[in-house]
């Protein structure tokens, strides 16, 4: 076990994935209050696994490719790609032939959830990478990512600032949004595309699971102890940044898997707002 | 008086399937139009056919250029999981004057406060929507439909989850609003008596067994329309806004 001495004297170890963490929990917290409100916490569960996919199918490509393809088989690319493809698929099809959208959801899951397992197998190269994606257990990031994280994340709120009200707008009545000629389909597919990339970008950096994580709790450990929506936006938030980095922090001085660590922080707030709420109505 | 909306060779349905063809209808600046029929009927079918939500299976709506709808939707429609206050719900009617990436102005705001005072909610403006009353709720929804301003009120079994006096109290409401504002009103319900009180046209709709007549209330609520529509064995002697049937034989 490491000593709080020892974690602070480490601080050039530790400073790019805190600020990737932070990052990542402050957009995942935030985005993960219209997955919660809009019921679709499967959609980001899909999300993050196609993520993975998009991970794993690259290096098995750039494996087999004999190195002539091997620049254009990017992971990042091509997870960011085909994430976005299926936030598209999902904010657009709704008609799935007698198939409830919650079966498209779960047969996405399963169905890059297996692949990526099966491709794990396959290759050598790059399955500890994928290992990492999966689980999280990443405890350096990319140096790339200490810029691409939180500029994505910049530019994610920007937009959600610009279209705060018309994406709360569609997401809570989308028939009168129609109704007043708002371009639904568009916006839906805007808000997912947002939360399609920036699932891309943190699963690469912090892993699947933690990444379903924050866009699950907060928002709901947020949502059980207020009730006013713009202070859910910011205790989600807050909530989320706090969960990855402490979840980084008790990894690093007890030795845990980092993704798994945020996880059970991120939970630990969930709990803690149910008691909070608990005691309050008593 | 002229024409909002005008429904033309219309036939009403879903997914391709046609339900029931409509008679031609033409709604007018400041005219109360009921909608009535029993549940499953196609009332709301026909209202989003109206309303533009959901396309005609033949024929067409047209509507005067740039109408503005105020809408009061059922209000078990809303999830009960968002966190959303009076005041956030009410300003969603005036996004109907405010497009897409733009915020709402001072004016803008000036009108939602003026809607939440005209139906007395104005003390509940931080209030949040789903802790509120069933009548409450109607009275935020109708805070709503009127902050767009609108040329017409559309309103969806306004009354369906309210006790007789918040019924009373939101209908009063509405036929104040439209004295006051001059628009036209078009309101679905399966109640005769809340229809026959308050409109002055008339559509009768069932689906089921292919009726659809519209007209002018006296014409439409005739004892034989109401023996084959209700079943019931009615002489109508005097229809008013107080009392749309006067006696029961």
């Known amino acids: 076990m490491t000593t709080f001495a020892e974690f602070i004297n480490s601080y050039f170890l530790w400073k790019d994935p805190m600020i990737v963490g932070a990052a990542a929990g402050a957009v995942c917290g935030f985005l993960g209050v219209y997955v919660v409100l809009r019921r679709i916490i499967f959609v980001s569960a899909a999300l993050t696994q196609i993520s993975s996919f998009g991970v794993g199918l690259a290096f098995y490509l750039e494996a087999y490719s004999l190195g002539v393809f091997a620049s254009l088989f990017d992971p990042f690319i091509l997870s960011l790609l085909l994430t976005c493809l299926a936030a598209v698929f999902f904010a657009l099809k709704r008609d799935f032939s007698r198939v409830s959208t919650e079966g498209v959801i779960a ?8 692949a990526v397992v099966i491709i794990g197998d396959k290759i050598t190269k790059g399955a500890h ?8 257990s990443a405890v350096v990031v ?3 990512d200490v810029l691409i994280i939180p500029a994505v994340a910049l530019v994610v709120f920007i937009i959600h600032l610009i279209y705060y009200k018309d994406f709360i707008f569609i997401s809570f009545d989308s028939e ?5 000629k708002y371009p639904v389909r568009l916006l839906n597919t805007g808000l997912l595309i947002t939360i399609a990339v920036v699932v891309a970008v943190t699963t690469r950096a912090l892993g699947a699971l933690p990444v379903f994580a924050l866009l699950a709790l907060p928002a709901l450990a947020s949502l059980l102890i207020t009730e006013n929506l713009k202070l859910v936006f910011i205790f989600s938030v807050v909530i989320g940044i706090l969960s990855a980095t402490l979840g980084y922090f008790f990894s690093f001085i007890l030795s845990l898997p980092t993704g798994a660590s945020m996880t059970v922080c991120a939970v630990a707030f969930f709990i803690l707002a149910l008691g909070l709420r608990e005691l309050r109505k008593g | 008086m002229s024409n909002l909306i005008k429904l033309e060779n219309l036939t009403i349905g879903y997914e391709k399937k046609g339900l029931l063809r409509t008679t031609d209808i033409a709604i007018e600046n400041g005219q109360f139009w009921g909608i009535l029929g029993p549940n499953g009927s196609g009332k709301s079918t026909l209202l989003k056919t109206i309303l533009s939500l959901i396309p005609p299976i033949e024929g067409k709506v047209t509507s005067e250029n740039a109408v503005v709808f105020g809408y009061v939707p059922q209000n078990e429609k809303f999830d009960q999981i968002f966190p959303i206050s009076v005041f956030e719900l009410v300003s969603m009617g005036r996004y109907s004057r405010v497009p897409p990436g733009k915020k709402l102005s001072t004016g803008d705001r000036d009108v939602i406060e003026e809607s939440l005072k005209k139906v007395g909610i104005a003390h509940l403006s931080e209030r949040s929507f789903r802790s509120l009353s069933g009548g409450e709720k109607q009275r935020s929804l109708l805070a709503r439909a009127i902050a767009g301003e609108p ?6 079994e306004p009354t369906a989850a309210v006790d007789i006096k918040g019924e009373a109290q939101i209908m009063s409401l509405v036929k104040s609003i439209k004295q006051e504002s001059g628009l036209a009103v078009l309101m679905v319900s399966h109640f005769l008596n809340t229809i026959s009180a308050f ?4 559509i009768l709709i069932d689906k089921d067994n292919d009726i659809f007549q519209a007209g002018d209330k006296a014409e439409i609520l005739n004892s034989e329309n109401l023996n084959k529509f209700f079943g019931l064995n009615l002489d109508i002697e005097r229809i008013n806004e107080i009392q749309a049937i006067e006696r029961l034989t």
């Open chain 2, 151 to 156: 040329d017409i009120l559309v309103l969806d």
């Open chain 2, 199 to 202: 409109s002055d046209h008339i």
């Open chain 1, 176 to 180: 009168t949004a129609r109704l007043f």
């Open chain 1, 142 to 144: 990319d140096p790339a």
């Open chain 1, 129 to 136: 990478d994928i290992a990492n994606i999966l689980f999280g």
């Open chain 1, 107 to 114: 047969f996405g899951f399963l169905l890059a959830s297996g």
